[in-house]
């Protein structure tokens, strides 16, 4: 069982930025991929981004304002998020694959609103 964290969501303006993090409770954190997906109200939840080894994926419509990162010696993995835009606002969800199994935290609201 992996536990993940979730942290760093809140209000901000169009044009803004955030950054969120993701602690998982994984001595052998390095091995996982790690995403972060989101879902809007009356929407399906959709990947933004993951890094698994040493790549990095984008949905296309975040590239160039967000950054995936991780650091393994704190269990922890970032998502910060620049040029934020209403269409943005959602819920951010961590979560982690290992092998087959897949975990997921308890998500973090992100609203951006003048």
């Known amino acids: 069982q992996v536990r993940l964290v979730e942290s760093g969501g809140g209000l901000v303006q169009p044009g803004g930025s955030l950054r969120l993090s993701c602690e998982a409770s994984?001595?052998?954190?390095?091995?996982?991929?790690m995403g972060w997906y989101r879902q809007a109200p009356g929407k399906e939840r959709e990947l933004v981004a993951i890094?698994?080894?040493?790549?990095?994926n984008y949905a296309d419509s975040v590239k160039g304002r967000f950054t995936i990162s991780r650091d393994n010696t704190k269990n922890t993995v970032y998502l910060q998020m620049n040029s934020l835009k209403p269409e943005d606002t959602a819920v951010y969800y961590c979560?982690?694959?290992?092998?087959?199994?897949?975990?997921w935290g308890q998500g973090t609201q992100v609203t951006v609103s003048s």
């Open positions: 979560k982690a694959t290992r092998g087959v199994y897949d975990y």
């Open positions: 994984e001595s052998t954190f390095s091995i996982l991929t």
């Open positions: 890094t698994r080894g040493g790549g990095r």
